[in-house]
């Protein structure tokens, strides 16, 4: 399996520009979570989903960002409008269901810089 | 809300010794911890997973050990090298819910 891929690696946008990112989760894995890295917070949990379904988006920083799961093969995350503060890398990562061996297997990320 | 933290936040040592990297949680209700590795713009690599039941794992010259009743664990790398220089970060696994709460990292620098 090629892992866990995302697209784009990079993204630059204008403030207001909808911006979309893309998973593939690895094929077999029903977990798939998005994170989003900064300086300032580090790794945080914006939404995961099990058996394409959200499960919880507590961490969705507001309206603006959405994000779906349409099949198991496939998810994406938009933010629309962008601003500036949401410039950060987007990680997206996938986890079979299975017991306490069960580990997370990250994507290359997303680096998404909204000017 | 669980709570993970790492100490030191950044760690610079000679090639060759040995060291410590340590990870700390406030909730000892876990399913499992994983120890990661993040080179500068790039993903995480999963290094070592040790399940809520067990003491340590072993990869190479890895070694994570888990205490959890005390909130522990720490990360041993053995003869370090200039290759290890990257940012290592522990998540854990509550044993209910199914995310991943990630500590702050230790940037580590190996000099040659």
């Known amino acids: 399996d090629a892992g866990v891929i995302q697209s784009p690696r990079h993204e630059v946008t204008e403030m207001g520009q909808e911006v979309t990112l893309r998973c593939k989760p690895i094929s077999g894995h029903d977990y798939l979570f998005w994170y989003r890295q900064t300086m300032m917070r580090g790794l945080e949990l914006l939404i995961y989903f099990n058996n394409n379904v959200p499960i919880d988006d507590s961490g969705m920083p507001e309206d603006r960002f959405s994000a779906k799961m349409p099949n198991a093969s496939f998810s994406t995350l938009k933010i629309q409008p962008s601003e500036p503060r949401d410039s950060a890398v987007y990680f997206c990562a996938s986890s079979p269901t299975g017991g306490m061996n069960t580990e997370a297997f990250f994507g290359q990320g997303t680096r998404l810089t909204v000017v | 809300k669980q709570e993970v933290t790492q100490i030191p936040a950044a760690l610079s040592v000679p090639e060759g010794e040995n060291l410590v990297l340590n990870c700390s949680f406030t909730?000892?209700?876990?399913?499992?911890l994983q120890w990661f590795r993040q080179d500068p713009g790039k993903g995480l690599t999963s290094l070592l997973l040790i399940q809520s039941s067990q003491r340590e794992q072993t990869s190479g010259r890895l070694n994570a050990s888990l205490d959890k009743s005390s909130g522990r664990s720490t990360l041993y790398i053995a003869a370090s090298q200039p290759g290890d220089s990257a940012t290592y970060l522990c998540?854990?696994?509550?044993?209910?819910?199914?995310?991943?709460?990630f500590g702050t990292g230790t940037s580590l620098t190996v000099i040659p």
């Open positions: 909730d000892s209700a876990i399913y499992n």
């Open positions: 998540a854990v696994r509550p044993d209910t819910g199914n995310q991943f709460y």
